[in-house]
């Protein structure tokens, strides 16, 4: 008899363990697949965490366990083989401990969508096939006329059953055992058919810092490199190293959308050694690629976040470019940190990682100055040119505001007209998508909100629709107040979507394409909108910080940030942080080849300090500073956090819980360790249910988690359900 531990496919925190079944098939039963497994009255999909063979029958068993027990047989099994080898079920361990997160919540982030230990799993798409038609004899004698034909078409090899000329004449071939039918296994997404580049050779910085990552004694290397300095050629070239010496390499960056580009760079120096993985793939592409890149016939992998759990072999290189970027950051549970995963599998590993950035986060940089990462930088741009000159426009002052406009300014406008004259393109950011940022009722004032998390909702001109940017949630345009039943409205706000409506007034001459969120939906217009820009068949583009990470767009001669100030109105520690790296990276997307960049910051904050320092490129006196106010507030890196979220349909039941469980932590008296609460969250609700939470910080975590889920788990039978973010971005 075996008896199987099973977790269940329901993520909530009391279903947190395995339950047990027993096994009697005449299939041997083996650990990490996934199993059908009645639950409740229901059937659910379980991952089998472990087995135990034993001698006892089933009365014995079960009179062990106190309770009866349901037996499983092989029509339970839905994996003939583990669907995730030791070392990533070792890694999904270590996660789940870390970020205090279910380990079934774990997995399922982990596995695509047709892997996944889910019920919708089972009608995600499985292996695609192609019938194809191999000849068994060439010989002619007894066929007819379109027989021939046909096996005169066979003659090269296989042929493709679609391109048969006759279905009559294939099947009187197959009877006549001249042929038959097989099935090969095919990918969904086409492969590299590409003239392959050679190597380009380094420049000589570039070769310092390729020089100084592979002599470095430290398995983590922080490779500071100013925008434009060519760290991707260093990236390939430290992949043509390893891979000649039988390792492979997993290379990560921050968007979506950054991804097709980085593949294109890769591809066209490794051919189809290069596989995709991220989310926006079809379910059947991610399929088709988790399953090469397990078989070990692709090498590299590319992908953003969730590619850092690929099951890549005999890994040698992980490399995280853009490594500052907050979206490497999971926003729901369980909440990983790309970078931080990165660092334990390099360790397992034994491999390098790379983390990459001009702008590196006070955490890598600060560990890098305390040698516990190796360190390396490139200060001289590949096209020799100078960082583009910034002028922060004080938005406060009359002679900066444009007659025609709202969002754009005097000195902005007039950039504007100056580079499109000199055939030269223009790059604007504003971080907020939408046409208006909210909707309120200028009667009574009353501001629509999701109903789910508490969010103002933005309306977007195109489909003419109110949408929360944080959970989706979508609805009509009101056509009177709830509240008071008037028809009188008020925009507020201002969002890409008006942006670049307002730019095609301005310039009626300019080609102009927008670029954000809602674009990038669609995989196809996202690439067409690059693509455009890249070969200048567009004038000006229009979008949020995604166009700000990582492209390369050779005639920029104008790069600005029409409102600087957004990023400040979001509450958090990090909010300083995020404002200079965006200044920074976008006045680094200008004057990259033979144009001399220029870049313009619009302000109503001129002399805050992360506005100031960005536009002069200032990173270590803006890393210094910040530092400095790191530690007096007692946040990262100096300390550690972590959000608790309860989670009640009662406002009032959520805040109670919160305040027991701040007092609870504090009888322990631990060491430098802080608690700030009840706290407003930024969102309010989620899913309908109230959210309050309690921060905390301190120098040592580890005895912390486990009392604070002690805590937290009583509550569980009470209706009030928790969330636990570690390492939290936003707080």
């Not at 925190?13 to 009255?41: M, Q, S, W």
């Not at 505001?401 to 000195?411: A, E, G, N, Q, V």
């Not at 567009?538 to 767009?553: E, P, R, S, Y």
């Amino acid at each position: 008899m075996v008896i199987v531990s099973v977790l269940i496919e329901r993520g909530t925190r009391a279903l947190d363990n395995a339950f047990t079944y027993l096994y009697e098939g005449k299939i041997e039963l083996l650990p990490y697949v996934r199993v059908r497994v009645p639950f409740h009255g229901k059937n659910l999909i379980g991952f089998v965490e472990k087995i135990e063979k034993v001698d006892e029958n089933r009365e014995d068993i079960e009179k062990r366990f106190g309770f009866s027990l349901i037996v499983l047989n092989e029509k339970n099994i839905v994996d003939e083989s583990p669907i995730l080898d030791e070392k990533l079920i070792t890694l999904a361990r270590k996660i789940s401990s870390y970020y205090m997160a279910s380990f079934i919540t774990v997995l399922q982030a982990m596995l695509p969508p047709s892997l996944s230990p889910r019920s919708s799993s089972l009608k995600k798409p499985k292996i695609a096939y192609e019938r194809i038609v191999e000849p068994l004899s060439l010989e002619e004698e007894g066929l007819t006329p379109k027989q021939i034909e046909l096996m005169r078409l066979l003659q090269h090899g296989p042929i493709a059953a679609k391109r048969v000329p006759s279905v009559s004449a294939l099947k009187g071939c197959i009877d006549k055992k001249r042929c038959r039918i097989s099935l090969i296994e095919v990918e969904r997404k086409k492969k590299f058919e590409g003239e392959l580049e050679p190597s380009y050779p380094l420049l000589p910085f570039q070769q310092k810092a390729y020089e100084d990552i592979l002599a470095s004694d430290k398995n983590v290397i922080l490779l500071q490199g100013v925008t434009g300095s060519g760290k991707t050629e260093v990236y390939l070239h430290l992949s043509e190293y390893f891979l000649e010496r039988g390792g492979n390499v997993l290379m990560l960056v921050p968007e979506i959308n950054l991804t097709p580009r980085m593949v294109e760079y890769f591809e066209h120096r490794f051919g189809d050694k290069v596989a995709v993985l991220h989310s926006e793939l079809s379910d059947g592409e991610r399929y088709d690629a988790y399953r090469r890149i397990r078989r070990g016939d692709a090498p590299i992998v590319i992908g953003a976040r969730s590619a850092v759990f690929a099951p890549l072999p005999n890994i040698s290189l992980i490399i995280l470019d853009e490594e500052h970027v907050d979206s490497y950051k999971q926003e729901n549970a369980p909440h990983y940190h790309a970078r931080e995963v990165a660092i334990w599998r390099a360790e397992k590993e034994k491999a390098k990682l790379v983390l990459g950035s001009a702008t590196p986060s006070l955490e890598s940089k600060a560990r890098a100055l305390k040698g516990v990462y190796g360190y390396t930088e490139m200060k001289e741009r590949v096209s020799g040119k100078p960082l583009p000159s910034a002028t922060i426009i004080d938005m406060k002052l009359p002679s900066s505001r444009l007659k025609d406009s709202k969002k754009i300014s005097r000195p902005l406008a007039i950039k504007i007209k100056e580079k499109l004259e000199k055939k030269e393109q223009c790059l604007l950011l504003l971080n907020r998508r939408g046409y208006w940022v909210g909707v309120e009722c200028a009667t009574c004032g009353h501001l629509w909100i999701c109903p789910n998390c508490g969010a103002s909702l933005t309306f977007h001109k195109e489909d003419s629709l109110l949408k929360c940017h944080h959970c989706g949630h979508v609805e009509l345009y009101p056509s009177f107040c709830p509240d008071c039943h008037q028809k009188n409205f008020r925009r507020v706000g201002y969002g890409t979507e008006r942006l670049d409506e307002e730019i095609k007034r301005l310039f009626p001459e300019a080609k102009v394409a927008r670029l954000d969120s809602d674009v990038a939906s669609s995989k196809k217009r996202m690439e067409e909108v690059l693509k455009d820009f890249r070969e200048h068949k567009l004038d000006i583009l229009v979008g949020t910080q995604m166009i700000a990470k990582g492209h390369d767009f050779p005639d920029v001669g104008l790069s600005a940030l029409v409102d600087a100030d957004i990023g400040l109105m979001i509450p958090g520690y990090r909010s300083a942080e995020r404002v200079f790296n965006l200044v920074c990276q976008m006045i680094g997307r200008a004057g990259r080849a033979k144009i001399e960049g220029e870049a313009l910051v619009q302000t109503f904050n001129p002399r805050f300090s992360a506005i100031r320092l960005g536009a002069m490129q200032d990173y270590e006196t803006f890393f210094r500073e910040e530092m400095r106010v790191r530690k007096e507030g007692g946040n990262p890196p100096y300390r550690y956090l972590i959000l608790l979220s309860y989670l009640s349909k009662h406002l009032e039941k959520a805040e109670e819980a919160i305040i027991f469980t701040k007092e609870e932590l504090e009888k322990e008296q631990i060491p430098f360790t802080r608690y700030l609460g009840p706290i407003e969250s930024f969102y309010k609700e989620v899913d309908g249910r109230y959210r309050k939470s309690l921060l905390i910080s301190g120098k040592d975590m580890s005895y912390l988690k486990k009392r604070l889920k002690e805590i937290a788990d009583s509550f569980i039978k009470l209706g009030i359900t928790y969330d636990i973010d570690v390492d939290p971005l936003d707080c």
